[in-house]
């Protein structure tokens, strides 16, 4: 029932990484692999939980949205921080010219278009991340990891889970997937996950036991179609709601 984003055995494929990488998706993409609207991101509080250097919550909260962003290298100092996320925008961008074939990026207006758009996403972000650092305010960003999160039951009405889960499951085993979306269950009313499929672009092979497992747990889980296009193949969003049971 659901595969369907996997390519074929045919297609080429980048090896997976071996290790996670600091990326900076910007907000319209995290609305479109979402499959979410302003008005979902202004309906309550928002977690973005593996944020890395995106710009979402930035943009997010000049709306007038409530977002909290969650990764560990926010313990980081601010200028730490550029120097890694700028060194990964190079290692993501030569990753991406080795196989464009495997992108369709004519949305942004082809790979460069698509690079420009991170550069200036992470750049906002840093930006961003070193006001809040010196800043006496609420702390937008917070350090911090799955399976373990820092906040109190049911404090979002949204949590936000992209690139990270699914997209390293050769770093981390169906226990740590099946902890971490517990533990969002339990902070967040609702979840969100994209994508399904790991670095190489293959469709997380354990999900149907993942998402029993939850079911037994009360959680009520679906997969939708989204419009958000990166890889080629098929798009889609895992979507995890508290059920009627406990979690
Ligand atoms: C591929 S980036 C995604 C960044 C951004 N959300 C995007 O889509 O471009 C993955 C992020 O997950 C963070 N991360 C690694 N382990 C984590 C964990 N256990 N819990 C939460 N975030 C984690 C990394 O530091 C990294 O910034």
């Known amino acids: ?34 499959g979410l609207t302003e008005n979902d991101v ?5 977690l973005d939980c ?15 949205a409530s977002v909290v ?17 700028l060194d990964e925008l190079d290692i993501g961008e030569l990753r991406a010219r080795e196989a464009p074939q495997l992108y369709d990026l004519s949305w942004a207006g082809g790979l460069d278009g698509y690079l420009g758009m ?11 991340y070193e006001r809040a650092w010196s800043g006496g305010g609420p702390r937008p960003y917070q350090p911090a990891a799955l399976p373990d999160l820092p906040f109190g039951e049911g404090q979002f009405r949204l949590g936000l889970v992209p690139n990270l889960l699914f997209t390293y ?4 085993d169906r226990d740590w997937h099946r902890a971490a979306l517990l533990e969002l269950l339990r902070v967040c ?13 293959r469709f997380y092979p354990e999900l149907d036991l993942l998402l029993a497992e939850l079911a037994e747990r009360g959680a009520e889980c679906q ?25």
């Open 69 to 85: 962003s969650v990764d560990p290298l926010y313990d980081r100092r601010p200028d730490e921080l550029r120097g890694r996320v």
């Open 42 to 46: 202004l309906a309550g509080p928002v």
């Open 1 to 34: 029932m659901t595969k369907g984003d996997d390519m074929s055995d045919t297609a080429p494929r980048l090896e997976p990484l071996n290790k996670i990488m600091i990326t900076s998706r910007d907000f319209s993409e995290y609305l479109e692999m979402f």
């Open 169 to 172: 499951a050769n770093l981390f």
């Open 50 to 64: 593996a944020a890395g250097a995106s710009d979402f919550a930035l943009r997010a909260r000049g709306l007038g």
């Open 223 to 247: 997969l939708i179609d989204v419009d958000y296009r990166l890889r080629r193949e098929r798009s889609r969003t895992l979507v995890c709601r508290k059920g009627q049971g406990s979690v």
């Open 189 to 201: 009313d609702e979840v969100r996950v994209h994508p399904l499929t790991d670095t190489s672009g």
């Open 118 to 128: 991170r550069r200036s996403a992470a750049t906002a972000f840093l930006d961003d």
